[in-house]
């Protein structure tokens, strides 16, 4: 008989939505064994299994973040983190960290930040140009809204980037002015300006970025991650960190690799390298294709077929791309074999995309079963979902945005567009298989208030936003791992707790199916987690 290396006994063990609860796992090597109640997998142990009691804690398959920005979480451990739960409150806030920041950086040296919401601050404005120069007037400063599609840049950074009055509003962009002077404040591709000039940093540094963020997501009960556009900030380079990472076993998770696909990306040369669909590097897997083609519904930049009735009257958002333009590009990616997972929010950028997918399709190039993603998928209508139930392309939606920004979106969009916006229930009832995700560091990488938000569809407010799509916590699991493993072509390794799947197993602080939702969301912690079998946190 084969004995069990590990066995987990005494607890609640969700093993997947149809496989319902058991009370103990055994694994054996990398693998799971069996599951079963505590005394028929007391069998499996032998003379120097290890034996982790739950004492009435639940634990889970690994749970795996469908869509975030590794890279970009790890880098940003090191700016100065402006995310509204750091008690970022006011513009003087912001001010005080911009001026600490610039007493401890030699004149001159960049002044990164991110994370503020203009909406949580007493002032419900962004910080200006002004206000900025007022405290660093010797060093570039560069702070981005948490939404990642706007950001608000001091003199010194506008003119490194070349950006003055006079610069013409790029296409998919813009650059704020107030009475033909500079506010600071640059949307989508006007931030490219900026972006673009920005230090970049080593390949060690990113390498090391990478794997800070790999141990933070653990340490936080995930086993897997996609990383939703490498290549986007520094082009090539993030490639090779990446396939650094992996090669040096400096990759702490699993990590499905999304491509930047947009004009100057990196999509073209990583497929001439080979890093084709399929194709793998460690934990490091290819792949799919990224492209963005609105903007977020929190900074009115998502493209929607009805107004907002925030900001300017009349404002449908932005679309980065011409129509024709986007559906060669999806046609491209798509007969090269990558999974197309691409940015659209707003029900018009949905509409593009879909019609592009749609177009894609031929005897040569079938897009059945090819699993085409469309990120975010916000707001769509119901002729959409059905359209997308039909062909097989799902959504990757965030649910905690609901929880950091519903109310937001009740401002920007209205109640009823904000009560249907990311249906989870919509998506799981049409077959859509929804993933679950945090687009971190745009929101908390948390996966308790995520949970919490797919269960209650209470913002941070309070505000309960479609009663209606709540899911039950065994459905939200089940969106956070096996619908996440589906969607990265992964679901006959990972996402459940069967024999012979992979061991990734998440342990937490409580009995999370017994406890309030408040509860989930404010005090379970992760106490341990196994990836392939081995103790990687905790414990
Ligand atoms: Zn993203």
């Known amino acids: 008989m084969q004995h069990a290396d590990t066995i ?54 690994g749970l795996i973040d469908a869509h975030l920005h590794l890279l970009t979480l790890g880098l940003g451990m090191g700016e100065i983190n402006l995310r509204p ?15 600490d920041a610039a007493a401890r950086t030699p004149p001159g040296g960049w002044i990164k930040g991110r994370g503020y919401d203009h909406n949580e601050l007493a002032e419900r404005r962004h910080p200006t140009l002004a206000e900025l120069d007022s405290v660093a007037p010797d060093h570039p400063v560069f702070l981005e809204r948490t939404c990642g599609h706007l950001a608000v840049a001091n003199s010194a950074a506008m003119r490194l980037a070349g950006i003055t009055r006079k610069t013409p509003d790029p296409a998919g962009g813009f650059i704020e002015r107030r009475d033909g002077e500079l506010t600071g404040l640059l949307a989508e591709r006007g931030m490219r300006f900026v972006v673009d000039i920005l230090p970049k940093p080593s390949r060690d540094e ?88 609105d ?75 090819r699993r085409h993603r469309i990120e975010h998928c916000g707001y769509l209508d119901a002729g959409q979902m059905a359209r997308m139930a039909a062909a097989g392309i799902y959504p990757a939606p965030q649910p905690i945005f609901m929880y950091e920004f519903g109310d937001l979106y009740v401002t920007n969009l209205g109640s009823e567009r904000a009560t249907t916006a990311y249906p989870m229930r919509g998506f799981l009832d049409a077959g859509l298989m929804p993933s679950a995700s945090s687009d971190a560091p745009v929101a908390t990488t948390d996966p308790f208030k995520n949970l919490y938000t797919m ?30 493993a589906f969607s990265q072509f992964a679901e006959h390794e990972v996402g459940r707790l069967a024999p012979g799947m992979r061991a990734n197993v998440t342990i937490f602080s409580h009995d999370i199916f017994s406890v309030p939702a408040e509860v989930l969301r404010d005090d379970v912690r992760c106490d341990m987690t196994l990836l392939d079998g081995d103790v990687v946190h905790g414990g």
Request: proline content about 3%.
């Open 295 to 369: 903007g977020s519904a929190g900074s009115l930049t998502a493209a929607v077929s009805l107004p907002y009735l925030a900001g300017e009257p009349g404002n449908t958002g932005v679309l980065c791309f011409k129509t024709e333009e986007l559906h060669g590009h999806i046609r491209r990616f798509h007969e090269l074999g990558y999974q197309l997972a691409i940015h659209a929010i707003g029900d018009v950028a949905i509409e593009q995309v879909l019609s592009g997918i749609e177009a894609a399709d031929s005897a040569a190039h079938p897009i059945a079963g």
């Open 85 to 99: 739960e750091t008690g970022t409150s006011s513009i003087d806030h912001i001010l005080s960290a911009v001026h």
């Open 206 to 293: 990113m390498v090391a970025a990478i794997e800070r963020a790999g141990r933070f997501m653990l340490s936080q009960g995930f086993t897997g991650v996609m990383d939703a556009a490498i290549g986007m900030n520094f082009g090539e380079a993030e490639v090779d960190a990446f396939e650094t990472a992996a090669r040096t076993d400096r990759m702490p998770l699993d990590v499905w690799a999304c491509l930047y696909g947009d004009p100057g990306g990196v999509l073209e040369s990583a497929w001439e390298r080979g890093l084709r669909f399929g194709t793998s590097n460690g934990r490091l897997r290819y792949g799919a294709a990224k492209l963005f083609t």
């Open 8 to 61: 987990l006994t005494g607890g609640r063990i969700f093993l997947g939505l149809e496989e319902g609860e058991a009370e103990a796992l055994a694994i054996a090597g990398s693998r799971v064994l069996a599951s079963g109640s505590n005394e028929e997998i007391r069998t499996l142990a032998g003379p120097s299994t290890r034996v982790i009691d739950l004492a009435g804690r639940a634990a889970t398959p």
């Open 455 to 484: 269960v209650t569809r209470r913002s941070r407010g309070g505000t309960l936003l479609g009663e209606d799509q709540r899911l039950s916590l065994q459905e939200a699991l089940h969106c956070y791992t096996a619908c996440s």
